[in-house]
Nanobody, 125 residues
Framework: QLQLVESGGGLVQPGGSLKLSCAAS????????VGWFRQAPGKEREAVSC????????KYADSVKGRFTISRDSAKNTVYLQMNSLKPEDTAIYYC??????????????????WGQGTQVTVSS
C-alpha cells in the first residue's frame, strides 16, 4: 500500500522560495502519476501540478506556471515541488497525491487514490 508523507512547508516572505518533498513508502513511486493539490481556508481545493508516470511529462496550473517546478528523484522515491517567487495567495495546505493512471490529471474534480497528510505553506511578511 502506497503511503505519502509531505515535508518542507513553513513560513516564508513574499518573493521567497520553498521546496516541498513527497516521500513514498510501500511502493515504487515511479509507477504512479503524482500531483500536488492545495487548499486555503475558505477556498476551493486547487490542483497545482502533476507529473506523469509514463514519460515524466508535467502540468501546471496557470496560477503557478513559471514559478513552480515538479520533479522526481527515483533513487529517493520522492517527488518535489520547488516553489519560487512565492506570493501571499500561495498560502495553503499542500497535499501530495498519486494514482496508477499513466498520464497525470490536473483537475480539482479528479479523485486521486492516495493522499498525504498535507504540509502548511504560509507566505507573509
Amino acid at each position: 500500500q502506497l503511503q505519502l508523507v509531505e515535508s518542507g512547508g513553513g513560513l516564508v516572505q513574499p518573493g521567497g522560495s520553498l521546496k516541498l518533498s513527497c516521500a513514498a513508502s510501500g511502493a515504487t513511486l515511479n509507477r504512479y502519476s503524482v500531483g500536488w493539490f492545495r487548499q486555503a481556508p475558505g477556498k476551493e481545493r486547487e490542483a497545482v501540478s502533476c507529473i506523469s508516470s509514463s514519460d515524466g511529462s508535467t502540468k501546471y496550473a496557470d496560477s503557478v506556471k513559471g514559478r513552480f517546478t515538479i520533479s522526481r528523484d527515483s533513487a529517493k522515491n520522492t517527488v518535489y515541488l520547488q516553489m519560487n517567487s512565492l506570493k501571499p495567495e500561495d498560502t495553503a495546505i499542500y497535499y501530495c497525491v498519486a494514482d496508477g493512471f499513466s498520464v497525470c490529471v490536473l483537475s480539482e474534480s479528479y479523485e486521486y487514490d492516495y493522499w498525504g497528510q498535507g504540509t502548511q505553506v504560509t507566505v507573509s511578511s
